[in-house]
């Protein structure tokens, strides 16, 4: 199983980026998604999950209104539009796999992970 992340980068404070996470060698229409983020130094935080058909998104606070998680069955990707950036969404952002889609927020619950790709905010 492979998930592959991308569309990280360097962008201004209220700017937008789009990240990508294609996965392979897994069934994914039968897997919930999820994006995490980890600071430097801090511990990996749910940001936003999506279940198997898309129908249902979950996001944290933080990011609520400004983030867009969705998904495309067909490509096996999940993406996350992220808008409206501010220095502190500066991380590293990551995709992970979830069979059991009751736990979306919770990273130990997560089945595969992804890579990560660096997010970086400048003010």
């Given at each position: 199983?492979?998930?592959?992340?991308?569309?990280?980068?360097?962008?201004?404070?209220?700017?937008?980026?789009?990240?990508?996470?294609?996965?392979?060698?897994?069934?994914?229409?039968?897997?919930?998604?999820?994006?995490?983020?980890?600071?430097?130094?801090?511990?990996?935080?749910?940001?936003?999950?999506?279940?198997?058909?898309?129908?249902?998104?979950?996001?944290?606070?933080?990011?609520q209104g400004r983030f867009t998680i969705s998904r495309d069955n067909a490509k096996n990707t999940v993406y996350l539009q992220?808008?409206?950036?501010?220095?502190?969404?500066?991380?590293?952002?990551?995709?992970?796999?979830?069979?059991?889609?009751?736990?979306?927020?919770?990273?130990?619950?997560?089945?595969?992970?992804?890579?990560?790709?660096?997010?970086?905010?400048?003010?």
């Amino acid at each position: 199983v492979q998930l592959q992340a991308s569309g990280g980068g360097l962008v201004q404070a209220g700017g937008s980026l789009r990240l990508s996470c294609t996965a392979s060698g897994v069934t994914f229409s039968t897997y919930s998604m999820g994006w995490f983020r980890q600071a430097p130094g801090k511990e990996r935080k749910f940001v936003a999950g999506i279940n198997w058909s898309g129908g249902s998104q979950y996001y944290t606070d933080s990011v609520q209104g400004r983030f867009t998680i969705s998904r495309d069955n067909a490509k096996n990707t999940v993406y996350l539009q992220m808008n409206s950036l501010k220095p502190e969404d500066t991380a590293v952002y990551y995709c992970a796999a979830l069979k059991n889609g009751r736990w979306v927020r919770f990273p130990s619950k997560y089945d595969y992970w992804g890579q990560g790709t660096l997010v970086t905010v400048s003010s």
